[in-house]
């Protein structure tokens, strides 16, 4: 089974921690991005989510989304699915949209990755 709570690092080594996943499936944590550094400190941005219990013999599905505030006026959503290698290794496998503001609805083209 995996299990989506605890420390995980991804290609561009940005740390997320997820604490407990609750029964309900939420789940909330801390995530340190690595991708937009310039060259200062990096900051712990919040993180709120949800996962699906697996159906039998599936694997979890999960969403979560975090709030760059501290340094970005912008917001990703995180969408993914939890595996078990045949060696144990969990992985997650993510697809994201991040969404910044722009000043008009006429910039609004520009506003999502």
């Known amino acids: 089974q995996c299990q989506l709570s605890g420390l995980w690092r991804n290609e561009q080594?940005?740390?997320?921690?997820?604490?407990?996943?609750?029964?309900?499936?939420?789940?909330?944590?801390?995530?340190?991005?690595?991708?937009t550094l310039t060259g200062g400190c990096a900051r712990v941005s919040p993180l709120k989510g949800a996962q699906?219990?697996?159906?039998?013999?599936?694997?979890?599905?999960?969403?979560?989304?975090?709030?760059?505030?501290?340094?970005?006026?912008?917001?990703?959503?995180?969408?993914g699915q939890c595996f078990v290698d045949a060696g144990g290794k969990e992985t997650l496998t993510t697809t994201w949209l991040l969404r910044e503001a722009v000043g008009s609805l006429e910039e609004d083209w520009k506003a999502t990755r």
């Open 52 to 79: 699906q219990q697996p159906g039998e013999g599936g694997w979890p599905t999960f969403a979560f989304t975090v709030r760059w505030d501290k340094f970005s006026n912008a917001t990703t959503a995180f969408v």
């Open 13 to 35: 080594d940005s740390l997320m921690e997820i604490s407990a996943v609750r029964g309900d499936g939420d789940f909330q944590g801390k995530y340190l991005t690595q991708v």
